[in-house]
């Protein structure tokens, strides 16, 4: 599914990423884990697609396409999604009418024809009742004054609703108690299937518990200095992250 | 000869034909000379600072439009507003076309200036509001006054409320080389009543042409008026605005701008208070390209407890178009509990772009509400990029956010088919389709 190879990268000319190497097959759960200022929110945006940083060394490949070329909006209907840790807020415009935008956004990238309104508003009520999301909350401007729970989710809603083959969720354990983390988690869980790959990023162990990852990697200094399964996530949790210091 | 010269010595070429003895021309006759001694405003003026008019009159004009110039319903009728039905006042270079207006004396007076200005029965509203609401002092104004002769005359009477919008709208055909016009608009509104009024100023042809019009409002107790200006005309074409508004208690009125297409627009917007709880609401949205030029000068005059003000006005510049603001509240000592509060957002898409903007706030009153905010900024690379990611491309991702940043002026839009038509004339103007009315 993704390939990184040898990945380096640096924002106003500060080398942020120092040389990664990732796998993630279909079907996959990865978890990132590392202290703050590891790299770990700006090997997500590098992947897809922020313009502020640059490219210096490496490959990023999905499904075997090379994405150095490619835009945002490129990498996206390729089936890249990222969960921001900070959602953007876009006074004035719906939740409804943003995510209609975006799905027909990427069914015209494929060539096909808008989805039939009735279509798109089964499926936004199928998907907004996976998340335990009020239809109130879809007629309101996404993002503008949602709680920091309500934001989280409103990204996981829509990634169900854009259905990607490769999820990058950025820290999306911060801000949220511990019943919104679970509905969150649990909706991820049931999104992922056989042909579609999670990449968790977090600080802490504890989404880990409701998110099983697959593989755990820890980033320090812009590198990835271990692998391990999710034992390795408890590791850290008793630990802490300063005898990974001494690993790299 | 100087185009100054030229407006002041066709003057008696003008009164041909006008009752001279009739105090309406002694009105005229005044307002000449105001404008004789002052002239066009100059970048020397304070209020012109940002707008020069030099190069438009360095031009000449014609400024007696030929009569009878017939246009077919077909090539105008995308510039009414459609699926609504509408009472219409059409002038083509100045000159009523009844074929295409649709008027009123039933119930209410939908008619022409020069009807009123001329009929015995209007008299008396004439003597009471004919450049009473103006600002008679102001050059522009006082040239338009020395030659105001036509344009759209709107009486409500009271507790009425008009069932249909009015469409005003002034083609200029094109016929003539350059084109000066003067229209000259009334409406009155008497207590209780409501009415909503749509003006428009449009080229059929790109040849130079000159709007200077005043429009004068009164808005009695207890009324509302609900005004919209669409400026989307042809690069060839300039167009200064005087609109005045007096407003009695309890009344509301709400104008609207929408400045997306023009040579040079200037809008003074002055609102002045004769009653307490008063509501006055600008808002504008103004969208350039080009080398277009548009100055929004607004003026809200708190004499009155108790009154409040909204102004809101967002401007999106590319490629090395020009914004001014310049918004001016005054509040008197006597204006206590007085809410007034002005918005001014811009968004620079190109580096070239410029905005000009200046909050004026004059408060001698002590206990008051007051509120001022002005941004000039790019566009949110973050929010570009958020949106992006969703896949949605670039120059659509752009246009979301341009939507979405307008969106509180347009969703004040009470007629719906209005409402579509701008939202359409906006997706236009950003060359997208996103398939949805915001």
Redesign the interface.
Known sequence: MLTIENLHAQVEGKAILKGIDLDVKAGEVHAIMGPNGSGKSTLSSVV?????YEVTQGKILLKGNDLAEL???E???LG???S?QY??E????TVT??I???I???RK?KGLE?MPASTLLKKIREKAKLLDIDSKFLSRSLNEGFSGGEKKRNEIF?MAM?EPSLAILDETDSGLDIDALKIVANGVNKLKGKDNAVVVITHYQRLLDYIVPDFVHVLFDGKIVKSGTKELAHELEAKGYDWIKELA | MEFKEKLISSYLAFEEGLDLTDTVHETRANALKIFEEKGFPTKRDEAWKCTSLEALIQQDYSIFPKSEISIELKDVKKYFLYDTDTYKVIFIDGVYSPFLSNTTHDGLDVCLMSAALSKPKYRKLINTYFNKIAVAEESLTALNTSYAKEGAFVYIPKKTVAEKPIEIIHFSSGDEAALWLQPRNLIVVDENSQVQIIERHQSLKEHPVVTNSVTEIYVHKEAYVDYYKLQNDLTTASLIDNTYIVQEENSHASVHTFSLGGKLIRNNLRYFHKGERILSTLKGVTILEGKQHVDHSTLVHHSQPNCESHQDYKGIFSERSEGVFNGQILVDKIAQKTNAFQQNNNILLDDKATVNSKPQLEIFADDVKCSHGCTIGQM????L??????????K??KA??T??????VLESVQLPSLKKRINGQIARKLGVN???D?
Request: proline letters at 5%; glycine letters at 6%; aromatic letters at 14%.
């Open positions: 897809a697609g922020n313009e502020d835009d945002a909006e990498r996206a209907h890249i999604f990222l921001f959602p953007v876009i006074p004035g415009v009418n943003f209609k935008t975006a027909n956004a990427n990238a808008d829509q854009l | 949110d690379e973050e929010a990029f958020y949106l992006r990611t969703r896949g949605i491309p670039k659509e991702a979301l956010m939507y979405a940043f307008a969106n509180n996103l398939g949805f915001l």
